[in-house]
């Protein structure tokens, strides 16, 4: 693979690190599933999973069955649950993959095919997918189902990163109505079954409530969903993932001269701009545009002027030593994945889930 445009590059060290440093948050009996949705993040399938596999994780979570299936067709051998809605049609292929399906109501559940290994979804509050948490009436027809295969129950936190009064009371009112529904179960399912509601942020701020399982994603990706130096440095996780390309071209533009789409930056002075082949199908989101974000060329910050193109952006170079071909830098040093997303008004998770497929992934 070639670094011929804009390409991310992957820290396997800092994967196995971010895991060990995990493994420190949990219980010793505790099961870790690793959620590898919408491309490991951004990361990359290929470069992430089956690492993950040879360090030990047994437990993946996808949001999709096309997902699932691409793991299962990488080799990996794991447990693999699809946290989503699959469509009926395709049942037959949660079989033929041994998927383990989210099962969020009675009915969903009765007409998946005989064998289908389920984790059932209860709502606590969040009001996505789920049976409601006092429904217990529900709950008791599906673990009637003989034909299904019951793996776990779980929940979702609605704001398990917000720890305002309001928000932390939430939380736990949450957390405890999943502590009613697991011991109301626990007596009724085997006891591999696991138990699941905490996510990244839940195992930072509510440990206590591990139960036997619990699903990350960002923790092992090294990010925070918005930028909290403190916050980040008490954990020491390492970022993963670095975004690059390069110098397309180098042009002097003059005073009073516009730059991009729309005539939404005028140079104050003859100023030089250099051009980068890369834009926001790429995942350089648009919102960047005219935000005095930086990147870094030859590790020197250049400001982003002008808007953001499809495939391509500009950036003031006025002030750097550099030459067509250099290396650019967008994510990675000491540019944070966090940092753009705050310039961008996003969250970490949508900016880096959203680098397509274009840019070339490989091991740093």
């Known amino acids: 693979m070639n670094k011929d445009r804009s390409w991310i590059e992957i820290d396997q060290d800092h994967l196995r690190h971010n895991y060990v440093q995990l493994k420190k948050m949990i219980k ?60 009926l049609q395709q049942k037959e292929l949660l079989l033929s993959y041994d998927l383990s399906q989210t099962v969020y109501s009675y009915d969903y559940a009765c007409q998946l095919a005989k064998g289908t290994k389920v984790h059932i979804k209860i709502d606590t509050g969040m ?25 776990g129950v779980f929940s979702h936190l609605a704001s398990s990163e917000l720890l305002d009064d309001w928000h932390d009371s939430y939380n736990i009112m ?26 990244s942020y839940g195992l930072i701020n509510y440990p ?9 994603g960002m923790l092992f990706y090294g990010f925070l969903s918005s930028e909290d130096p403190q ?54 989101v648009r919102s960047l545009s005219n935000t005095h974000h930086q990147i870094l060329i030859n590790g020197k910050p250049c400001e982003i002027i002008g808007n ?42 949508e900016l880096l889930s959203r680098l397509s497929l274009r840019n070339v992934r490989m091991l740093k």
């Open 208 to 216: 206590q409530y591990q139960f036997n399982c619990v699903r990350c």
């Open 174 to 199: 949450q957390l405890e109505r999943f502590a009613k529904v697991h011991d109301y179960l626990k007596d009724r399912l085997p006891l591999s079954t696991l138990y699941h509601i905490l996510a």
């Open 28 to 87: 010793r009996d505790t099961t870790i599933i690793a959620v590898v949705k919408s491309n490991a993040y951004g990361h990359g399938f290929s470069l992430i999973v089956p690492y993950l596999e040879s360090l030990g994780i047994k437990h993946f979570a996808v949001a999709t069955l096309d997902e699932a299936i691409y793991l299962r067709n990488l080799g990996i051998k794991g447990e693999i649950l699809i946290l989503g809605y699959t469509a």
């Open 127 to 151: 009001h996505r997918l789920g049976i409601d948490h006092d429904d217990l009436e529900q709950l008791d027809k599906i673990i009637s189902l003989a034909d299904l295969q019951i793996k």
């Open 308 to 349: 953001i193109c499809m495939d391509q952006l500009m950036v003031d170079v006025s002030n750097v030593a550099c030459h067509t071909n250099d290396e650019a830098c967008l994510i990675g040093e000491q540019l944070s994945a966090e940092k753009m997303a705050k310039h961008a008004g996003c969250l970490t998770n």
């Open 231 to 284: 916050l980040a440095k008490r954990l020491d996780m390492q970022p993963v993932l670095s975004l690059k390309s390069r110098i397309a071209q180098i042009k002097k533009i003059k005073e009073g001269e516009y730059v991009g789409y729309d005539n939404r930056y005028q140079a104050k002075e003859d100023i030089m701009v250099a051009v980068i082949p890369i834009g926001y199908y790429d995942g350089i």
